[in-house]
C-alpha cells in the first residue's frame, strides 16, 4: 500500500510538472515575435482602407480593381437577367394597375348604369318641367377589354356568313371587296375594323361620355304634359299638397342619384390621372434601364473578349494557392511529425536516465565490485542483427558490427589485463546482481539502438522539413507572380471598360460646373458624382476628425499601460530572482549542489527499492517497539536499583550510627575499664561476631550493586545478553 502511494504521489507530481511545463509552452507559443503584426489590427486597417471615404477614380493609371469588384462575363450576365427581370416585374405591376382600374371602371359603368336606371325611373314620376337630362352610361371600347378580340357568339357568326355570302357574291360579279385577300380578308381588317370604327364613333370618349347630358324630345315633353295638367285640374288642395311633397322627395333623390354619378365619375377620373402621372415616371425609369441594358450588354460583350485569358490566369492562381495550401498542409504535417519525434526521443533518453539509475541503485553502497559492474554495464557488446533488415544495408551494418565488434574486443583485452574477465561473474560477486547488470545492459542497448534509429528518422525529416520549407517559398513567390499578373490584366481590361459610353441624363440644376456664371460648352472634364456622395464625403471629414481624437486618446492610454507594464515586468523578475536564489540556497542544504527538479521528478519508482525501503520501515518500526519495551524493563529495573539502594543508603547510615554510637560506647567502656578495673577489660565475643556480620552485609550489597550497574550497561547496548542476577551468599 506504501508502495503504490508513493508510486501514486510520484505520478502526481509527474502530472502537476506536465501541467505546468504545458502552460508554459502555451504562454511561450502565444508570445508574439519582434515583427509580429496583430491579424485584428491588420483587418482594421484594411477595414479602414476600404471604408476610409476617399472615391479613387477607375479611370486613375494606378487604379487597383478591389477583388470583391471584380467583373467577369459570368457577373454581367447575372447583371443584365437581374435587371432583365426588374424591367419586367415594373411592367408587370403597372399592368396589374391598368387591369385593376380597368375593373373599377367596369364597377363604375354598372353603378352608374343602376344610377341612370333609378333616374328614369323618377323622371317618369315628375312633371316634364322639372325633369333634366339623365347622364350617358359610359362604355368599355374595344382596344379596352383586348382579352374579347377572339370571342364570338352566334349573332356574330351570323353576321360573318351573311358578309361572307355577299362577298363571294361580289367576287363572282368580278368585284372585288376583300382588298386582295379573298374571303378571309375581312376577319380582322375588312369587315370587322368598319364595325370598330362605328362602335368607336357611337361611344365617345369617356371625358365625353361623363359631360354628355340626355335630352329629352319637345314631342314627348308637349305629349306627357298634358296629362299633367289636366290631373291638376282635378285635384283637391290636400292631394297638391301630397304631390308636392312627393315632387320634393323625388326631386332630392334624383339630385342624390346625379351627384354619386358625377362623384364616381370624378374619383375615377382622379385615378386616371395619377395612373397616367405614374405611367410618364415608368417610361423615364424604362428607358434609363434600356440604357442601362445597352451599356451591360457592350460591357459583356467586351469582357467575353477578356473571358479567356482572364481564365487562364485565374486558372493559374487558383492552382498556385492550392499548390501553396497543399504544401502548407505536408510542411505542417513533417512539423508535426517532426515533433512526435522529439517527445520520443525524449522518452528514449528518460528511460535511459531510469534505467542509469535503476544500475546505481542495483549496486548499492561500499560494493566493491562497483567498477567491475559499471564496466560490465557499459560495455559494448556484438548483437545479433534482425533477419527483417534488407540486403542492401547488410553491408553497412556490417561494417558497423566489425567497428563494434573491434571496439569490444578491445575493451575485453583491457579487461582482462585488468585481471577480471567481465563475461563472468568473478568470485566473491552476487551472481543475481551480475546476471540483474547483464539485463540491464540487454535494456541499455535496445534504448540505445531506438535512439539511434529515431534520431536518424529524425535527421530525414529536418532534411524533408527544410526542403519542403524551400519549395513552399518558392510557391510564393510563384502566387505572388501570378497575382500581379492578374492584377495588371485587371487593370487593363477596367481601361477598356472606362473607354465605354455611359449615358447619365442630368438636369441644369445639377450642373455646377461654371465658368463665368455660364455652363461651358466642353464638359469632358468635369465629374459626375452624386450629391448624396460630396455630402458623405464633407460628413467624413468630422468623422475622421473625431476618429483621431478617439486614436489619441487610445494611444495615450495604451502608452500607459505599456509603462506600468513594463514596470510590473521588472517587479516580477526581481521577484522570480528572488525565488530562484532561495531554490539554489534550499538545493544546497538539502542536495549539496543545484539539481535538475525535472530531471530527478522524471526519474520513475523504483519498486524493488520501494520495497525494501518499506520493509526497512517495518523492521525500524518493530525494533523501536522492542526497543520501547526494553527501556520500560530497563526503566523499571533502574526504579528497582534506585529503591534499593536507597534502601541499602539507609542501612547504611543505621550501620554508621550503630559504629558511631558502638565507639562512643567503646570509648565509655574504655574510660570505665581504666577507671573500673580490669574484670571489665578485653573485647566481649557477641560484640565481635555482631561486627563482623555487619561488615559482610555491607559486601553483599557492595556486590550486589556492581552487578545491577552490569544489568545496566548491558541492557543499554543493542544485541546484549543478559545474565541472571547474582545470588547472594547466603550467610550464617
Not at 16 to 45: C, G, T
Not at 222 to 230: H, M, N, T, V
Request: net charge negative; hydrophobic share 35%.
Amino acid at each position: 500500500e506504501k508502495v503504490a502511494k508513493a508510486l501514486r504521489k510520484a505520478e502526481q507530481a509527474k502530472k502537476r510538472r506536465e501541467k505546468r511545463q504545458a502552460e508554459w509552452d502555451s504562454l511561450l507559443s502565444s508570445k508574439p515575435d519582434e515583427n509580429y503584426e496583430d491579424p485584428k489590427d491588420l483587418a482594421d486597417i484594411k477595414y479602414a482602407q476600404e471604408n476610409m471615404g476617399d472615391v479613387k477614380l477607375k479611370t486613375a493609371k494606378d487604379y487597383t480593381v478591389p477583388e470583391h469588384l471584380r467583373m467577369n462575363a459570368e457577373k454581367k450576365r447575372n447583371q443584365l437577367i437581374v435587371l432583365k427581370g426588374l424591367i419586367h416585374h415594373q411592367k408587370e405591376n403597372f399592368n396589374r394597375r391598368v387591369y385593376a382600374l380597368r375593373q373599377d371602371k367596369i364597377n363604375v359603368i354598372e353603378e352608374i348604369r343602376q344610377h341612370v336606371t333609378a333616374l328614369q325611373a323618377l323622371q317618369k314620376q315628375l312633371a316634364p318641367g322639372k325633369r333634366r337630362g339623365v347622364p350617358a352610361v359610359p362604355q368599355l371600347r374595344p382596344d379596352e377589354q383586348p382579352e374579347k378580340q377572339l370571342e364570338y357568339d352566334r349573332e356574330s357568326l351570323l353576321r360573318f356568313k351573311k358578309d361572307l355570302a355577299v362577298r363571294e357574291a361580289a367576287a363572282l360579279k368580278g368585284t372585288d371587296s376583300s382588298g386582295g385577300f379573298g374571303g378571309f380578308g375581312g376577319f380582322g381588317g375588312g369587315a370587322k375594323a368598319p364595325e370598330k370604327q362605328a362602335e368607336a364613333q357611337v361611344s365617345p370618349p369617356p371625358e365625353a361620355e361623363v359631360t354628355k347630358q340626355a335630352t329629352v324630345s319637345p314631342t314627348t315633353a308637349e305629349q306627357e304634359e298634358g296629362p299633367w295638367q289636366d290631373n291638376l285640374e282635378d285635384l283637391t288642395p290636400l292631394e297638391i299638397q301630397l304631390r308636392n311633397a312627393q315632387e320634393i322627395r323625388l326631386l332630392h333623390r334624383r339630385d342624390t342619384h346625379l351627384k354619386d354619378v358625377q362623384e364616381l365619375l370624378s374619383r375615377f377620373d382622379a385615378k386616371l390621372q395619377l395612373l397616367c402621372h405614374e405611367k410618364l415616371q415608368l417610361q423615364v425609369e424604362q428607358k434609363m434601364a434600356d440604357l442601362r441594358h445597352i451599356t451591360l450588354y457592350e460591357e459583356l460583350v467586351l469582357l467575353k473578349e477578356f473571358e479567356k485569358r482572364e481564365n487562364v490566369l485565374a486558372a493559374k492562381v487558383n492552382n498556385k494557392k492550392q499548390e501553396r495550401a497543399d504544401m502548407e498542409l505536408k510542411v505542417t504535417e513533417c512539423q508535426a511529425k517532426l515533433e512526435a519525434k522529439k517527445k520520443d526521443i525524449d522518452k528514449l533518453m528518460d528511460k535511459e536516465r531510469v534505467l542509469l539509475s535503476t544500475f546505481h541503485a542495483s549496486l548499492g553502497d561500499n560494493n566493491k565490485f562497483a567498477d567491475f559492474l559499471t564496466k560490465v554495464f557499459k560495455k559494448k557488446i556484438k548483437r545479433a542483427k534482425k533477419k527483417a533488415e534488407s540486403e542492401e544495408g547488410s553491408d553497412d551494418d556490417s561494417d558497423d558490427s566489425d567497428d563494434e565488434s573491434d571496439w569490444s574486443s578491445s575493451e575485453e583485452e583491457g579487461s582482462e589485463e585488468g585481471g577480471l574477465d567481465d563475461s563472468v561473474c568473478p568470485p566473491g560477486c552476487d551472481p543475481e546482481m551480475f546476471d540483474n547488470v547483464c539485463q540491464l545492459r540487454e535494456r541499455r542497448l535496445d534504448i540505445e539502438e531506438a535512439l539511434a534509429e529515431e534520431k536518424k528518422a529524425q535527421d530525414v525529416l529536418k532534411k524533408e522539413f527544410e526542403t519542403l520549407t524551400k519549395k513552399a517559398r518558392i510557391m510564393d513567390s510563384a502566387l505572388k507572380t501570378a497575382e500581379g499578373d492578374l492584377e495588371a490584366f485587371q487593370l487593363e481590361k477596367q481601361q477598356k471598360l472606362n473607354e465605354l459610353d455611359v449615358v447619365v441624363p442630368l438636369r441644369l440644376h445639377q450642373v455646377e460646373h461654371m465658368y463665368n456664371g455660364i455652363v461651358p460648352n466642353d464638359l469632358s472634364p468635369c465629374l459626375v458624382f452624386t450629391s448624396s456622395a460630396m455630402g458623405n464625403l464633407q460628413h467624413r471629414i468630422k468623422e475622421l476628425q473625431q476618429e483621431k481624437k478617439v486614436q489619441k486618446n487610445r494611444y495615450k492610454e495604451y502608452r500607459q499601460q505599456h509603462v506600468q507594464l513594463h514596470k510590473d515586468r521588472k517587479e516580477m523578475e526581481a521577484i522570480i530572482a528572488e525565488l530562484e536564489e532561495k531554490c539554489h540556497t534550499m538545493m544546497m542544504l538539502k542536495f549539496g549542489r543545484i539539481v535538475d527538479l525535472e530531471r530527478l521528478e522524471s526519474l520513475r519508482v523504483n519498486r524493488n527499492i520501494e520495497e525494501l525501503k518499506e520493509k526497512l520501515r517495518a523492521n525500524e518500526l518493530k525494533s523501536a517497539a522492542s526497543l520501547a519495551k526494553w527501556e520500560e524493563r530497563v526503566q523499571l529495573e533502574r526504579d528497582r536499583i534506585t529503591e534499593l539502594t536507597r534502601n541499602n543508603t539507609q542501612l547504611l547510615d543505621q550501620l554508621n550510627l550503630l559504629l558511631g554510637e558502638r565507639k562512643e560506647l567503646e570509648t565509655a567502656l574504655d574510660a570505665r575499664q581504666k577507671n573500673l578495673g580490669g574484670e571489665y577489660q578485653g573485647n566481649r565475643r557477641a560484640d565481635l561476631r555482631e561486627r563482623q556480620r555487619l561488615i559482610q552485609l555491607v559486601q553483599l550489597q557492595a556486590q550486589e550493586i556492581e552487578a545491577l550497574k552490569e544489568e545496566i550497561g548491558l541492557l543499554s547496548r543493542k544485541g546484549g545478553h543478559i545474565l541472571p542476577p547474582a545470588q547472594p551468599p547466603t550467610h550464617s
